[in-house]
């Protein structure tokens, strides 16, 4: 009988334990509120139905690149990984310097205040209760991920349940407010047309609402079979995520019109309130808490895996590299990155850093989609245990039309996509720094 290493990580994950991973952590608060944002841009419930259909195609189209990444490449890191070895270790910097450092822990600390929000709402708990209670819920998630991925993974199961029920629920109150009369909402609005661009445009906060797929290829590292449930649970925790998108946005045109939709500041609560009142609003409330805890859990546990990564290569303190050996966790690592997302939580500072590093993040998304042609290129005698269908129009049509969004992005927003660049650039002198760190550390 053979035993894995101490220094490497447990293979702990099933095939659940990694679908529920990509659908915790793509669906967080997003869904509850990016609707009405996707209907004020758009003339009707149809254009509303089919710009989340899109978004959903194209993003299952990068998850199917993901796959075969994940399957050439099951190690822990993700991204970070494939970076490094297509195109050098300073891009791969680049990607752990802005991500792990910036937009993970940015997520975690306004994800969490989310947490806390909706929770101090439906608890009736007062304002000063938000910032201690989003403190308290980083620092129980990284305390549970200190055990190890499979005490993580259980949270994650729990919580990604209670928030595809929260979901569920919003789909039934919103069809039997219904009454099975769509035919209104999904016509077009001929009095007031919507510009192409403004059409365009609502596909932005589509595509955010569909981020966050990369995380499974975060925790590669700890999946079972990699070749074989990497793959599966991409393709099916994706699946779920489009049909309960394009399910729940059925349900709020059904039960608030796409007029009523669009004037919404909650829609969620706005749709339960219909039908129950205000005991329906706090019932949502606190799915919709269930909802951004469990994608916190997944935040921290792979943002910690990429600084663990970046640790080994000697790109971050070798602490932070190292893998206890009795629960295989990266714990210097998790509480690196959980004290950073407490201090960003406490100083309010995290919703400029989300802002400044959005381009970052779907850059990120490009060019690790564009290793894939590195590794086609040259390993392309070797058998991969999973393909791309479609090679190469698939990572193509993703590559050009995420990299559409991020020239939208720039040019609606040019201070953040300015500040995006700059927070890049300034990787650049602090990788040369521990680079010379590195070389003059002895072995």
Known sequence: MTTEPSQTYARRLNTWDAAMIVIGGVIGAGIFRTPA???ERTGSGAQVLVLWAIGGLLTLAGVLCYAELGARRPQAGGTYVYLREAFGKLPAFLFGWTMALINYPGSVAAVATTFADYFCAAAGLPVPYIKPLAVGAIAFIVGVNLFGIRAGSIV???FTVLKL???ALLVVVGLVLAHGHLGPVLATDTAHPVPSGAFLGALLPVLFAYGGFHYLNDLAGEVRNPQRTLPRALGMGMAGVVTCYVLVNVAYLAGLGHAG???????AADLMRRLFGE????????GIACSTFGYCNIAIAGGARVLQT???????FRAAGRIEPRTRAPQVALAVLGLWAIVLTLSGSFG?????TTVGEWLAHVFG????FWYRRHFHDQPSPYRVPLYPLLPILFVVTVFGVIVATAIHTPRDAGMSLLIIALGVPVYGFWRYRSRRRPA
Do not use: E
Request: charged content about 5%; glycine content about 8%; proline content about 2%.
């Open 37 to 39: 944002t996707v209907a």
């Open 310 to 316: 970046m640790g080994a290569d000697g790109m971050f």
């Open 156 to 158: 994650q199961n729990i």
């Open 279 to 286: 005991h329906g609003a706090t019932v949502i409330a606190v």
């Open 261 to 267: 939709l669009a004037a919404s500041q909650a829609p």
């Open 165 to 167: 029920a929260a979901i």
């Open 352 to 356: 400029q850093l989300l802002d400044y």
């Open 369 to 372: 989609i564009a290793t894939l």
